[in-house]
């Protein structure tokens, strides 16, 4: 069992910066690769960045490459997702995830534990 709490979001306005953090607890933290995914009202919750369960592996969405960061301390059991220049477009309610079998993907099926979610709001 895994246990998943997101904090960090916020209003922001447009080329803005937040830092989202996934603080974990339960099974042993570095056991499991952990995703961002994110989901705008009447969209599809899709993926946004990946780390692996050392970190040394990274994965994102190409909406994101260049201005977003994933990165995980297994010492404190939390993952971030720094994120600089923000868009509107980036404006949905953001979650993190566990999934406790390789390869590092991108699909929402390949997640077994689920935060409750952070907002991001980002002003034009």
């Known amino acids: 069992q895994v246990q998943l709490l997101e904090s960090g979001g916020g209003l922001v306005q447009t080329g803005g910066s937040l830092r989202l953090s996934c603080a974990a607890s339960?099974?042993?933290?570095?056991?499991?690769?952990i995703g961002w995914f994110r989901q705008a009202p009447v969209k599809k919750r899709e993926f946004v960045a990946a780390?692996?369960?050392?970190?040394?592996?990274?994965y994102y969405a190409d909406s994101v490459k260049g201005r977003f960061t994933i990165s995980r301390d297994n010492a404190k059991n939390t993952v971030y997702l720094q994120m600089n220049n923000l868009k509107p477009e980036d404006t949905a309610v953001y979650y993190c995830?566990?999934?406790?079998?390789?390869?590092?993907?991108?699909?929402?099926?390949?997640?077994?534990?689920w935060g409750q979610g952070t907002q991001v709001t980002v002003s034009s």
């Open positions: 339960g099974r042993t933290f570095s056991s499991y690769a």
């Open positions: 995830a566990a999934d406790l079998l390789p390869p590092l993907g991108s699909s929402f099926a390949e997640y077994d534990y």
């Open positions: 780390v692996s369960r050392s970190g040394d592996s990274t």
